[in-house]
């Protein structure tokens, strides 16, 4: 039997992590196999581009060329490696990220070709798409608030970006959203994080 690949997406600071984990224990509890993603990284060469991309100070001058490509490279291994043989397997894959987050940073807020970014997205996952995807919405304020106090002023080089560079996240998160109402479900940020664990579990249908 297949499993099912679940992603979670959203701007900085708006409780994916906490979702995964909190769905993750819930899953384990029923008896299902478990691999838990994020991006970039998820592999050995994978953790080494994400340490590019994130904090090297190599990766300070990368163009947004360079960047998608980067984080491409990262989420094709990272396919091929570990989320098709466990979905093959029948595991539930929660990942933190996938192409969504290449689609709105790099093709969005970095104002890359959007025809370029989804041909290189689709070479990158080849039909390994995600069967439901949660997008977490937030103020951008609130979630520069929340950063800032998870970090404690150790932000990485994509959290130190201007809050125009997150109003376009935001904003092509939600026409993106719109775009695909059969795969997206937005969720409000902003509830407390057992009501959003609730509407997770019951968009699922577990």
Same mark, same amino acid.
Request: aromatic share 6%; glycine share 6%.
């Given at each position: 039997m297949r499993g099912r690949f679940i992603t979670f997406e959203g701007s900085e600071g708006c409780g994916k992590t906490t979702q995964i984990q909190r769905l993750r224990a819930r899953l384990e509890e029923e008896g299902r196999e478990i691999l838990l993603t994020r991006e970039p990284g998820g592999?050995? !060469?994978?953790?080494k581009i994400r340490d590019l991309l994130q904090h090297a100070p190599e990766g300070e001058g990368l163009t947004a060329e360079a960047e998608v490509?980067?984080?491409t490279a990262s989420r094709a291994q990272l396919v091929r490696e570990q989320v098709m043989p466990a979905i093959e397997r029948g595991g539930y894959v929660l990942a933190d990220r996938f192409l969504d987050s290449t689609t709105v940073y790099q093709g969005v807020a970095r104002g890359l070709n959007a025809s370029a970014v989804a041909a290189i997205n689709r070479f990158a996952v080849g039909e390994c798409m995600p069967d439901i995807t949660f997008l977490l919405d937030l103020d951008i304020q609130e979630g520069r608030r929340r950063v800032s106090e998870r970090s404690q002023g150790d932000e990485d080089r994509m959290e130190?970006? #201007?809050d125009a560079f997150f109003e376009k996240v935001r904003r092509g998160y939600l026409d993106? !959203?719109?775009?695909? #109402?059969e795969r997206f479900i937005v969720l409000d940020a902003m509830k407390s994080p057992d009501q959003i664990a609730r509407e997770i579990w019951n968009y699922l249908g577990e």
């Open positions: 592999t050995a !060469a994978g953790e490509l980067l984080f130190r970006e #201007p993106l !959203a719109e775009s695909e #109402p």
